[in-house]
């Protein structure tokens, strides 16, 4: 499980780069994102939230997914929407509300 860049999809905007905890993301010669150092993403989702391109994911493992998945997300204020898409085509979509997180 980690990060993942599509790179054709990148327009280089490098917001992943500024919220990553992990400073794990870095641009390549294109200026297009790529994750330098795999191992040390922790898989927080932090990238996945920021970017307006859904240009980088979260690959999930297959105890999330099924035969696995791919997880993307859209931030508008506060309110995030989560994409899961399963290997078999299926999406699973639900929705975070960050003013919400802390009321229970
Ligand atoms: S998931 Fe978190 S740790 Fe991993 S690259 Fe994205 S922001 Fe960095
Ligand atoms: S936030 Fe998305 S579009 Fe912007 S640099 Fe990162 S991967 Fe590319």
Do not use: F, H
């Amino acid at each position: 499980m980690g990060a993942v860049t599509d790179r054709a999809k990148c327009i280089g905007c490098g917001r992943c780069i500024d919220v990553c905890p992990g400073n794990v993301i870095r641009k390549d010669e294109q200026g297009k994102a790529y994750l330098k150092y795999e191992s040390d993403c922790w898989s927080c989702a932090a990238c996945v939230k920021e970017c307006p391109m859904k240009a980088i994911y979260l690959r999930l493992p297959p105890e999330y997914g099924g035969t696995g998945a791919d997880m993307y997300a859209r931030k508008n204020k506060n309110i995030t929407t989560w994409e899961i898409v399963r290997a078999d085509g299926e999406v699973i979509r639900y929705t975070t509300d960050t003013e919400e997180a802390n009321k229970y």
